[in-house]
């Protein structure tokens, strides 16, 4: 696949570490600033265009009408929005970006753009999550009232060497994985955790600190 990304720092970087790591897809950044480009061309060998993607022959340098899929990540709507317009003029059908204000999310939406919304909000959100509730491992919101999250079974949890349907889990609350000895499990009713699982589920908001209680000591 062939991405191209708009936005060199943050979270623009961060993803290029992540694709980088795959080793399955081509990369073009481009930033307006100089010093961004030169540290992710130090760190992978990628095409870094140092230029203003808001302009057409940026655009056109880059070869943007092979891309498979354009990236925004500023943290500007408006240049974000720009840039969209320009590449869906050239070609281009499929695009991801994040958004800063609310108040964007409709010209995104008619661009048929997929948004991640508030990256910052998130990350808070990520960090307070690890500070309130440690056993939780990683957490996922899937829409407003859902959640898919990974938790430790601590050794004194009641629920050690229980059939999965013997746990009378919260009401709405799925086990979809377990992960064991580096090996992942599909969760199956007549299937056993034990001490140091880690259990993916699916659940609602409201019962996440249930399933603490649930999945931690019962000391």
Known sequence: MFIVIIGASGIGET?????????????????????????IVKKH???????????????????????????????????????????????????????????SIPLYLEKNV??????????A???????????????????KSSEIIRVSLDPNSILCGKYINK????RNTIILTIEREDKIYIASNEGKIFSGDV??????????EKIIKLFGSCL
């Open 15 to 39: 993803l290029v570490d992540i694709i980088r790591n795959e080793k399955r897809h081509s990369i073009v950044v481009i930033d307006k600033n100089l010093e961004k480009c030169e540290k």
């Open 45 to 103: 060998d990628i095409v870094v265009i140092n230029g203003d993607a808001t302009k057409n022959d940026v655009l056109e340098e880059c070869e943007i009408n092979r891309a498979n899929v354009l990236v925004t990540t500023t943290n500007d709507d408006s240049t974000n929005l720009m840039v969209i317009s320009l590449a869906k003029n050239m070609g281009i059908k499929n695009f991801v970006s994040i958004v800063n204000r609310e108040e």
């Open 114 to 123: 997929r948004l991640i919304k508030d990256p910052n909000n998130l990350m």
């Open 125 to 143: 959100k990520q960090i307070f999550r690890a500070i309130e509730q440690p056993t939780i491992e990683n957490f996922l919101n899937i829409g």
């Open 167 to 170: 746990l009378n889990l919260p």
């Open 199 to 208: 259990i993916t589920l699916l659940t609602e908001n409201k019962q996440v």
